[in-house]
């Protein structure tokens, strides 16, 4: 992290580091990382921001980074509204023209096994996501080959 900034955890940190980096290195790789464990659309750190998904998956198409999106820590999924998280998710991909490449399941498990119905989440999660139009034709890209582009370090 810049030193302005400390160790700020905030997404939104993530996407001016993202940006001035295409700036001071253009001929430099995108910057490439994965944010996870906050609310996925409203975007519940510290600051609190809700437009972080949209401006993110933005930075993806302009090829100024590669930002994925985990949401394996998103507790509506647990708590039984994994409908409108992937409805709300969908909705975000739509209005930016991305085509779900960087939402991924899989990388928060530490925190996930806190939780008192954790076996319950993976089939929580799939059920939620099979119901969404938008989310059924792409359920491979959410749960196994975004993740495996992401931890590819040749992959765009």
């Not at 991924?104 to 929580?124: R, T």
Request: glycine share 8%.
């Amino acid at each position: 992290a810049f030193a302005e900034h400390g160790d700020d955890p905030s997404p939104r940190h993530w996407l001016a580091l993202a940006r001035r980096l295409r700036r001071d290195y253009p001929g430099h790789r995108p910057l490439r990382l994965n944010i996870g464990h906050f609310d996925m659309v409203n975007c519940k750190s510290p600051q609190g921001d809700p437009e972080v998904l949209r401006e993110g998956l933005i930075l993806n198409r302009q090829g100024d980074a590669r930002i994925y999106f985990d949401l394996s820590f998103d507790d509506r999924i647990l708590a039984g509204k994994g409908a409108d998280l992937f409805a709300e998710l969908a909705k975000v991909c739509r209005d930016v023209q991305d085509d779900g490449d960087y939402m991924m399941f899989g990388s928060d498990w530490i925190m996930l096994a806190n939780q008192p119905n954790v076996g319950e989440f993976l089939k929580l999660a799939y059920a939620a996501a099979s119901s969404d139009d938008f989310w059924k034709d792409r359920l491979d890209k959410l749960f196994r080959s975004n993740l495996k582009r992401f931890l590819d370090p040749m992959a765009n």
